[in-house]
């Protein structure tokens, strides 16, 4: 067979790094004698297990190039492709056309039946048929529609600044007339990164995201409605790559009303497996928060791996959202208890208290650590830079576990007042005069041992509260 002679046949599957980040070159085995050959085109175990991103295709497209010197490109595209050739040889040329340093970064190859290449998106991509009736091949991870051909960025096949050596100079190949008009690499807009969606907008964790992640995309229940069951349809989601759910009914209380129940299972359930949902269908990572109230506060220190025994039903809820939200491949449960940020919170209630003068009474006997925004959005981008093991991680601040009524006394102390204004109670002597209180964790405290393992260490909690009430004064 005349093609097979040029074939490098029973190569071993490797993968090859290039100079352009993400763009991996591979080696594929052939077999092949007198009647022709085979191979095993796309074989995710095998691909997966030398460094190919999971990238999930759901397209296979096949160009037929009829004559050698057929040029096609340079386009960028809104998705990742897997390229190999099915008979014939190309030249590839590839650019990076995505915002960064590695902007305009070039890298050419021969491709021919034993070579594949990965090129994620909005990395330029062209190739040359150095052979008449070559086939050229590719997978992709999204749909192909006239709308998202919209988001393609050219650049010109001639561009001085690539420089790509043509083995057919371009005015003796055969292009269309759209790739002779692209622009020069000196006009191209850059490609920008997949998006990252922040729900929960205003909330006090949502407003300390946006700092963290000044580039996301916030939104608040009125702009998405993450409990709509038709979820998928409501953004373009293949041009986001990650879900930070700030979001949470969190009126622990009131959830034990029938209203309260509704909204708390609508809220901490039910929109978190529709986000769980979207992250599997278009391969996003979804960041959820959980909470130490999916325990019943009867172990001293709880791990990421203790099973759910919640006594509210706000607890309840979250722990279904914990559940949902598992089940989306790529997950960070990030697990909390007594945040403090900017908006109303415990802190800032005692230290009113104390600016008026009050005495209160604040229980004893219920144990933890506060945790302040700043923590869990830094543990966030932790988490998503480095990209450690899906999974739970507790995040709170560091420092010795201490009650409600410690935390009170320092506030005061902090605040100029005398600490011996907050008189500890136990909880069943302040829930005496109330109605419709729900259930607390007597026992909070969350092991932080996951989570430093990974490099990440928290504030210790006295120094993060004193620098949060000098910064609330200066307000």
């Known amino acids: 067979m005349k093609e097979s002679s040029k074939i490098e046949f029973s190569k071993n599957l490797e993968a090859h790094e290039t100079p352009i980040p993400g763009v991996i070159l591979f080696d594929l085995p052939v077999h092949g004698d007198s009647r022709g050959w085979f191979k095993e085109n796309w074989q995710r175990e095998k691909k997966l297990a030398i460094g190919l991103p999971d990238f999930e295709p759901v397209q296979n497209n096949i160009s ?4 050698k010197g057929v040029t096609r490109g340079i386009h960028a595209e809104p998705w990742d492709k897997f390229i190999s050739i099915g008979a014939g040889r190309v030249f590839g040329a590839w650019v990076d056309l995505r915002e960064g340093e590695s902007f305009g970064k070039v890298f050419t190859a021969e491709l021919d039946p034993s070579h594949a290449i990965y090129i994620p998106r909005g990395v330029g991509n062209a190739f040359q048929a150095l052979e008449d009736n070559t086939v050229y091949t590719y997978l992709v991870n999204d749909h192909w529609s006239a709308d998202a051909q919209q988001q393609y960025t050219f650049l010109n096949l001639a561009d001085e600044t690539a420089a790509i050596k043509w083995p057919i100079p371009l005015d003796e190949a055969e292009l269309s007339d759209k790739d002779k008009k692209h ?3 000196a006009d191209v807009i850059p490609m920008k990164p997949r998006r990252t969606l922040v729900t929960g907008a205003n909330g006090q964790l949502g407003r300390a ?3 963290e992640f000044p580039d996301a995309e916030f939104t ?3 702009e ?3 409990t709509d ?7 373009p989601w293949r041009q986001y790559e990650t879900i930070i759910n700030a979001a949470a009914y969190t009126a622990v209380d009131v959830a034990e009303t029938p209203e309260g129940r509704e909204m708390a299972w609508k809220v901490n359930a039910k929109a978190v497996a529709n986000m769980a949902r979207v992250a599997t269908l278009y391969g996003l990572t979804l960041v959820h928060y959980s909470t130490d109230y999916v325990f019943n506060g009867e172990n001293d220190i709880h791990s990421e791996d203790e099973a759910h025994s919640p006594i509210s039903v706000y607890g309840q809820s979250k722990a279904a959202g914990d559940i949902a939200a598992s089940v989306a491949k790529r997950h960070y449960i990030i697990r909390t208890g007594w945040v403090v940020g900017d908006g109303n919170n415990f802190v800032r209630t005692m230290q009113r208290l104390a600016d008026r003068g009050l005495q209160p009474n604040v229980v004893d006997d219920q144990v933890g650590r506060l945790t302040f925004t700043s923590d869990l959005t830094q543990a966030t981008k932790h988490l998503l830079q480095n990209t450690p ?5 507790n995040v709170t601040c560091e420092g010795d576990p201490v009650s409600w009524a410690t935390i009170a006394k320092e506030v005061y102390q902090l605040s100029g007042k005398s600490p011996d204004d907050v008189t500890p109670v136990t909880t069943d002597e302040y829930y005496a005069d109330k109605d419709g209180l729900a259930p607390r964790p007597l026992q909070s405290t969350l092991s932080l ?3 430093e393992s990974i490099g990440f260490h928290p504030q210790d909690w006295k120094q993060a509260l004193q620098n949060y009430l000098e910064d609330s004064s200066k307000e």
């Open 389 to 393: 093991e899906y999974g739970i991680y």
């Open 64 to 67: 037929f190039n009829a004559e």
């Open 220 to 222: 608040t229940r009125d």
């Open 209 to 211: 995201l946006r700092e």
């Open 229 to 235: 069951e038709n979820l998928e349809n409501l953004r």
């Open 183 to 185: 622009p020069r690499l």
């Open 224 to 226: 998405l409605d993450i």
């Open 449 to 451: 041992t996951k989570i």
